[in-house]
């Protein structure tokens, strides 16, 4: 039987804990320390707990709900890639760890951005994804979640400090696990990283959105978009005939008057699907009423679908017509395209070849 994992216990429940093994409250801090502070892998280390405890400790629970089983480098950029194996039997999830960029001076910042993963597969069938591709195994606790950012840091031997819920799954349709993580992530008792740190990227889960936004934390939100009236995002998603424009926007309306930080679109730019010039005009409306700015990416290739990419003159034309039109606007071009660092490729790969 898979032990249940330490990571995603807050203060409160470790004085529960405590109170359960018969030991004072005081000692949960200690424990907290250990396992945030000093991201300690084995409960024998732990000097300052009573041997008794230690052993309750290691029989009932583990540190580390997964392990890393593949990690792929870029050839440029310094984008990595890992895989890894849940501690339940098998389950693959991948991250991907992004440097900073370069900063003034040609100076190179250590910080580190992780994009997470917060489900195993997704339900959710977006067109151009290949997390999609495979349907829904199964939520990621909340451990899972963290046990990621420890990996990355573990790989990196540097300290996260941003995180994209960009990896695979919708993470609002695991709004519960999602919060119990963001809890740990901003505490100072845990991870101490910012909301302003931290994007929440959804494909528009309404409800979902409106749990989020009763988090109450200033957190970042992008939204992937991808089409601006609801034929062309049908298309593209079909999570649009479940909460279409009509539900989404108003929910995006209720965020704003909540969150801090404007809203990003998301928008895949796809040959002949949602790249045409009146497209951006509609986004364009969309994204005024809703203060956005938006991110355009061409679309980045995807072995087994049948989307094509723009010319880039094509995109450039997309892009100066938003900004024409008074929306901030920015190209992103997938980092670590040669190591399949849009989300679902790597697992679908080794899936595919039967090793999942
Ligand atoms: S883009 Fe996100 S929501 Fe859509 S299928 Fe992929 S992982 Fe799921």
Redesign the pocket.
């Known amino acids: 039987m898979v032990k249940p994992c330490l990571l995603e216990y807050t203060r409160e429940a470790l004085v529960d804990l405590m109170a359960e093994l018969g030991h004072k409250p005081f000692r949960a801090a200690q424990l907290q320390e250990w396992v945030w502070k000093h991201r300690t892998t084995d409960f024998e280390q732990m000097s300052n707990l009573p041997p008794a405890l230690r052993a309750q400790l290691a029989e009932r629970f583990s540190l580390r709900p997964l392990s890393v089983v593949e990690v792929s480098n870029s050839s440029t950029g310094g984008t990595r890639k890992f895989l890894s194996r849940m501690a339940d039997g098998g389950h693959l999830v991948e991250s991907v760890i992004i440097p900073a960029a370069e900063g003034k001076g040609g100076s190179r910042s250590d910080r580190i951005t992780l994009c997470v993963s917060s489900q195993v597969g997704?339900?959710?069938?977006?067109k151009?994804?290949a997390?999609?591709l495979l349907g829904l195994t199964r939520n990621l606790s909340a451990s899972e979640i963290l046990g990621q950012i420890l990996a990355a840091e573990e790989i990196s031997g540097t300290r996260v400090d941003n995180l994209v819920f960009m990896g695979?799954?919708?993470p609002l349709a695991n709004i519960d696990n999602l919060l119990s993580a963001l809890t740990l992530i901003m505490s100072p008792e845990g991870l101490n990283i910012g909301a302003r740190h931290i994007t929440i990227?959804t494909?528009g889960n309404v409800p979902g959105l409106r749990r989020l936004a009763e988090f109450g934390k200033p957190l970042r939100l992008a939204v992937?978009l991808h089409g601006a009236s609801d034929e062309v995002r049908s298309q593209v998603?079909p999570?649009n005939r479940k909460w279409p424009l009509g539900q989404l926007l108003p929910a995006l309306e209720e965020w704003n008057r909540t969150g801090k930080h404007k809203i990003t679109f998301e928008y895949i730019l796809i040959e002949g699907v949602n790249a045409m010039l009146p497209e951006a005009a509609k986004l364009a409306r969309i994204s005024r009423r809703l203060n956005a700015k938006v991110n355009l990416i061409p679309y980045n290739t995807v072995e087994g679908l049948p989307w094509v990419r723009p010319s880039e003159s094509h995109c450039r034309a997309f892009a100066k017509a938003l900004s024409s039109a008074g929306i901030p606007v920015t190209m992103r071009y997938e980092k670590g395209h040669d190591i399949n660092a849009a989300?679902?490729q790597l697992r679908l790969k080794r899936e595919g070849q039967g090793e999942g």
Do not use: I, R
């Not at 997704?122 to 977006?126: I, L, R, Y």
């Open positions: 997704c339900a959710f069938g977006c151009f994804c997390s999609g695979m799954g919708e990227s494909s992937s998603m999570v989300c679902g």
